[in-house]
T-cell receptor, first 109, second 116 residues
Framework: QKEVEQNSGPLSVPEGAIASLNCTYS??????FFWYRQYSGKSPELIMS????GDKEDGRFTAQLNKASQYVSLLIRDSQPSDSATYLC?????????FGRGTQLTVWP | EAGVAQSPRYKIIEKRQSVAFWCNPI?????LYWYQQILGQGPKLLIQ????????DSQLPKDRFSAERLKGVDSTLKIQPAKLEDSAVYLC??????????????FGPGTRLTVL
């Protein structure tokens, strides 16, 4: 079993829709969880972090964490073409990030 | 605030040659990371420094890769000799300290290495 698994993608949604990105992780010792966005040819940039069960909202983005199910998700409301990128899920454990392969999202106008 | 700087941005070498990458972290960041990102995959940690000491180098192929962070600021990552499978983007990141729950890592622009 891989350490971090994300929706295989690519995911394609129309502008204005909700994009749902999912991630499961294998190690229950993971302390907090980070979502990074990576545009093609660019480096990752942090969107959100979450470490408590439940939801955390920041603008159009909502991160959801369920530690019992070892599941974390990212919802993007009112998706825009500028949200088209690869989204990387990264649990943190003992000061180290473990990145998934990422899910490629395309938002079409 | 200046971001993480890396050079060169691109490098093409032949297999068995050597190559070195340089990274300058954000001022004041104690922790520095080197990642390897192969096309279609997420970044994989190669080595983590806290100031000028190594915290984690378990994923570093030590027979060919080496890294140092003298004086706890700049860092260099070297590959000698390079193999075809080393073709990847090498990302440097830095953070204030390691281990915090919300410890954000800031990434540099990366160096794209092609080994022919």
């Amino acid at each position: 079993q891989k350490e971090v698994e994300q929706n295989s993608g690519p995911l394609s949604v129309p502008e204005g829709a909700i994009a749902s990105l999912n991630c499961t992780y294998s190690d229950r010792g993971s302390q907090s969880f980070f979502w990074y966005r990576q545009y093609s040819g660019k480096s990752p940039e942090l969107i959100m972090s979450i470490y408590s069960n439940g939801d955390k909202e920041d603008g159009r983005f909502t991160a959801q964490l369920n530690k019992a199910s070892q599941y974390v998700s990212l919802l993007i409301r009112d998706s825009q073409p500028s949200d088209s990128a690869t989204y990387l899920c990264a649990p943190l454990r003992v000061g180290r990030l473990y990145f998934g392969r990422g899910t490629q999202l395309t938002v079409w106008p | 605030e200046a971001g993480v700087a890396q050079s060169p941005r691109y490098k093409i070498i032949e297999k068995r040659q050597s190559v070195a990458f340089w990274c300058n972290p954000i001022s004041g960041h104690a922790t520095l990371y080197w990642y390897q990102q192969i096309l279609g995959q997420g970044p994989k940690l190669l080595i983590q420094f806290q100031n000028n000491g190594v915290v984690d180098d378990s994923q570093l192929p030590k027979d060919r890769f080496s890294a140092e962070r003298l004086k706890g600021v700049d860092s260099t990552l070297k590959i000698q000799p390079a193999k075809l499978e080393d073709s990847a983007v090498y990302l440097c990141a830095s953070s204030w300290v390691a281990g915090g729950f919300d410890n954000e890592q800031f990434f540099g622009p990366g160096t794209r290495l092609t080994v022919l």
